[in-house]
């Protein structure tokens, strides 16, 4: 059974989404619910899935729990809290307590969009971060290349906490540029605590790629990682500007053709099941 270890849902007529802005990102004007996403992923085999916040305020993680709790194709969520607040590990304990509470599985916070590119350093986050290893949850990592040397900082200073890299860190697969995404990704990889996502590239990729043009990075993550700390993600619905939800998960499986069964289950499964403690 495939486990989609990526994906988003919003209702804009619940909360804007106030990243989607700009023609290029117009597709994505519109409501994705679970009712959109669980035909294909069935289709495709998924039987399960983590779901991941898209904005950062309070309201959504409770309601992506409770969505979790009615429906069993979610086995997991992760959500978002201000990893500064003074008392963070109560507000993790307030989440869990939440209906649907026991499907957080982890925390994300859009450090993608950080002025600062050391802001996983900062003391006040590192100390959210501690929180989070204290709750046994895993922390989600959507950065840029640029941000992925403060990454392995973190992660060497809290070598408890398990950190998943989103999307590879969002390699520069449009230009084919390889470095210093490359080497940044191996200096991440060289720590034990840490896994990654094949997910989002093909929006990284944009229109008209083709697998040879996403080979070279999967390659080079498969190579610092190894299958046993990947996982495969769809990134659905943002995946929707670059290729539908079949063509995103028929293009992982060719991707990883050339492993071994045992290492496919790993990629496909038993990592997410492991990581996220579905």
């Not at 597709?27 to 898209?54: C, H, I, K, S, Y």
């Not at 060289?190 to 697998?211: F, H, Y």
């Not at 790993?266 to 996220?276: G, I, P, Q």
Request: hydrophobic share 45%; net charge negative; glycine share 8%.
């Amino acid at each position: 059974m495939t486990v989609d270890a990526h994906h988003h849902l919003w209702d804009l007529t619940v909360r804007d989404q106030d990243w989607i802005r700009g023609p290029g990102l117009r597709p994505l004007r519109r409501n994705f619910t679970l009712a959109d996403l669980e035909p294909q992923a069935r289709a495709a085999g998924v039987g399960r899935t983590v779901v991941v916040q898209t904005v950062t305020v309070p309201e959504e993680t409770p309601e992506l729990l409770a969505l979790a709790a009615r429906h069993d194709l979610i086995a997991g969520v992760v959500g978002w809290t201000d990893l500064t607040h003074p008392d963070i590990a109560g507000e993790l304990a307030r989440l869990r307590a939440l209906p649907g509470g026991t499907f957080l599985k982890g925390v994300r916070h859009q450090v993608q969009g950080e002025p600062d590119p050391e802001w996983l350093l900062r003391p006040d986050v590192l100390r959210g971060l501690a929180a989070v290893a204290d709750a046994g949850l895993v922390y989600d990592l959507v950065v840029l290349p640029h941000q992925l040397p403060a990454c392995a900082g973190a992660a060497a200073v809290l070598p408890r906490l398990t950190f998943v890299l989103d999307h590879l860190g969002k390699p520069p697969v449009a230009t084919g540029a390889r470095e210093p995404w490359t080497a940044h990704l191996r200096s991440l990889a060289a720590l034990p605590n840490t896994v990654a996502k094949l997910s989002g590239l093909v929006t990284e990729a944009g229109a008209g790629w083709t697998a040879d043009d996403l080979r070279p990075y999967t390659d080079t993550a498969l190579d610092a990682f190894g299958p046993g700390r990947l996982m495969f993600g769809s990134d659905w619905p943002v995946c929707t500007l670059a290729a539908g939800y079949p063509d995103v998960h028929d293009l992982a499986r060719e991707l990883t053709a050339d492993l071994a069964p045992p290492e496919r289950t790993a990629l496909f499964e038993t990592t997410a099941t492991r990581v996220y403690d579905l």
